[in-house]
């Protein structure tokens, strides 16, 4: 059993920076790969994932070049560092943990979810 709890959101100006967390229980951290989704006006939606050990990352094409993700396996966190914000990155971030070691952009593969955690990018 996992649990997740992300944070970091808030308001903030296009153009600007926000860095989410996700906190995460257990002792086996690093045996799950790692996804980043959003939520906006429905449907969840695939921005990035991570692998266990940090060492393979992959974003949904609006993002890539703006958001990083990475983890500290020491510290059950993985984090979601989001630069040059804009308006349309406006949604609900959750944070999801899938067995296996990979991450994937599949929603229905991952077993554990946080509460999420609110983002709006004014203009």
């Known amino acids: 059993q996992v649990q997740l709890v992300e944070s970091g959101g808030g308001l903030v100006q296009a153009g600007g920076s926000l860095r989410l967390s996700c906190a995460a229980s257990?002792?086996?951290?690093?045996?799950?790969?790692m996804g980043w989704f959003r939520q906006a006006r429905g449907k969840r939606s695939f921005v990035g994932t991570i692998?266990?050990?940090?060492?393979?990352?992959y974003y949904a094409d609006s993002v890539k070049g703006r958001f990083t993700i990475s983890r500290d396996n020491a510290k059950n966190t993985v984090y979601l560092q989001m630069n040059s914000l804009k308006p349309e990155d406006t949604a609900v971030y959750y944070c999801?943990?899938?067995?296996?070691?990979?991450?994937?952009?599949?929603?229905?593969?991952?077993?554990?979810w946080g509460q999420g955690t609110q983002v709006t990018v004014s203009s």
């Open positions: 999801g943990a899938r067995s296996g070691w990979y991450g994937s952009r599949l929603e229905n593969e991952y077993a554990y």
């Open positions: 257990g002792r086996t951290f690093s045996s799950y790969g």
């Open positions: 692998s266990g050990s940090g060492g393979i990352t």
